[in-house]
């Protein structure tokens, strides 16, 4: 029986896990424990000559949470990040081991992939590294299909690749590259963002200024040797401070970069495409942590923490729109007429995102 003060039994916590249509077995809730997915109960007052064992009190949403972040991904490391987002009781030590060894994987699975692509073309992995690297781009430029980059502006082919070239040896590999404005530029555009240089939302400026070159001068603080660095070095205290922010971006941001998009009938309006993707990739959070940290160590924090309160409003709006939908055709259709013609069809493209799913958030 579970007590809400002391704790939850397992018997309980299961059962809390099948009233919210999850399947949790006896023997799932003791991996989840190995995995430091759920907190290990407690010895508790003895029922009888039985001992009682009690996870502690709110474990049983968390429970909740990391079934729904299953359904989108089973990686131990990632669900340990996403429940700690979440602001579940995820030891600091936990996270940074996590993240660490995600960003270990990364350049495992890149080098892996050079040394491939070397055999492939005839060519020494080091002594003829820069022409390997030229070919692996010239591979991911050229490819096509899901698993593809996206192709959200259209570059040429050999810009492409150039471009794909100099992301991957600033970002993955933190190199310093003599890189031209007019290179960082195509580089936006294969990024996509390049949009945001022009484009404008509700009057206020491109959010994208600046010379191009700036994108790779961030290299320095969000390449993967960077990011690794920043989270080796980081208190626990600066991870904390980077919770808010990480859900923030997490969850804000791309909803905010979905609604512009549907307001504008345009996903890529502003660049910002690739951007209201982002929390479709679990993933992708054990990226961001380290990459706030890093912003945070440098002084950012003031500049991040304003974009974050600007940001804060956008799930409430997605909800209202939502919420639309459960309201009477003729009521809606009242309160629609009664606008302004370009107010009324901004409201209409964004009730009809609603209504396709591309407002709904990530679990909570």
């Not at 081991?97 to 070397?118: G, P």
């Not at 294969?190 to 022009?198: A, C, D, E, T």
Request: glycine residues 8%; aromatic residues 4%; proline residues 6%.
């Amino acid at each position: 029986m579970t007590n809400d003060c002391a704790g939850i039994e397992g018997a309980d916590l299961i059962q809390t896990g099948a009233v919210a249509g999850h399947g949790v077995s006896a023997r799932m809730l003791e991996t989840f424990r190995a995995q430091g997915l759920v907190s290990r109960p407690k010895r508790a007052a003895n029922r009888g000559l039985t001992p009682v064992w009690l996870y502690p009190p709110g474990t049983e949403r968390q429970l909740v949470s990391l079934m729904l972040w299953r359904e989108q991904t089973k990686n131990p490391d990632t669900l340990r990040v996403l429940l700690w987002m979440d602001g579940f009781p995820i030891p600091a030590d936990a996270v940074r081991d996590s993240v660490s060894a995600y960003l270990s994987t990364m350049t495992r699975t890149l080098e892996r992939e050079l040394v491939a692509e070397a055999s492939r073309e005839g060519l020494h992995p080091v002594t003829e590294r820069e022409a390997t690297l030229n070919s692996v781009a010239s591979t991911l430029a050229a490819k096509r299909g899901p698993n593809a980059l996206p192709r959200l502006v259209r570059v040429a082919a050999a810009e492409r690749s150039g471009a794909i070239e100099s992301l991957l040896r600033s970002f993955a590999l933190g190199e310093t590259l003599g890189t031209t404005e007019e290179e960082a530029a195509t580089a936006e555009m294969v990024l996509g963002i390049s949009p945001g240089r022009r484009q404008r939302v509700n009057g206020a400026g491109p959010w994208l200024v600046g010379p191009a070159k700036d994108l790779f001068d961030a290299a320095k603080l969000v390449s993967v040797p960077a990011m690794a660095q920043a989270l080796a070095d980081a208190t626990d205290a600066e991870l904390e401070s980077s919770r808010r922010l990480v859900v923030v971006l997490f969850r804000s941001l791309p909803l905010a970069a979905r609604l512009i998009g549907a307001a504008f009938d345009d996903d890529n309006y502003a660049g910002m495409e690739g951007i209201g993707r982002l929390d479709q990739h679990p993933d992708f959070v054990l990226l961001l942590v380290p990459m706030v940290v890093g912003m945070i160590r440098v002084g950012w924090q003031e500049n991040l923490d304003a974009m974050a309160t600007a940001l804060e409003g956008f799930p409430a709006l997605a909800g209202e729109l939502r919420n639309v939908l459960d309201m009477p055709a003729k009521e809606v259709e009242d309160n629609l007429n009664g606008q302004p013609a370009a107010i009324e069809r901004q409201a209409r493209l964004m009730i009809d995102a609603a209504m396709d799913g591309k407002l709904n958030e990530a679990p909570h």
